[in-house]
């Protein structure tokens, strides 16, 4: 997963005219590590889609602009606009993510 290092770049990322993930997260974010044990599954199985992730605590305008409350967030972009949020506090299992998933792409 390619991380994302400044606005410009998340600006273009989110304008694509295909869906793109993002993931937002921190370092210092328990949650994040653990779902970074599980999420090179999904993203094999979601290999058609972009992935990128953007450190929440380095972007918090944007973080703010798209109500990323909790980490880890998922966020879905096609054309600018956000499809879909995946919350921290339902984004802790594998199941979770990939019902995400399923409903919004």
């Excluded at 290092?5 to 997260?25: A, D, G, H, R, S």
Aim: net charge negative.
């Amino acid at each position: 997963m390619e991380s994302i290092k400044t606005t410009e770049q998340f600006n273009t990322l989110i304008q694509q005219p295909k869906e793109v993930i993002i993931k937002f997260y921190a370092t210092w974010c328990p949650d994040c590590t653990r779902m970074d044990m599980f999420i090179g599954d999904i993203l094999e199985e979601y290999k058609n889609i972009d992935w990128y992730q953007i450190n929440k605590d380095d972007f918090p305008e944007i973080a703010e602009k798209y109500q990323v409350m909790g980490i880890p967030s998922l966020l879905i972009f096609k054309n600018g606009e956000k499809l879909g949020h995946l919350h921290s506090a339902n984004a802790k299992t594998p199941e979770q993510v990939q019902a995400f998933l399923s409903e919004k792409l």
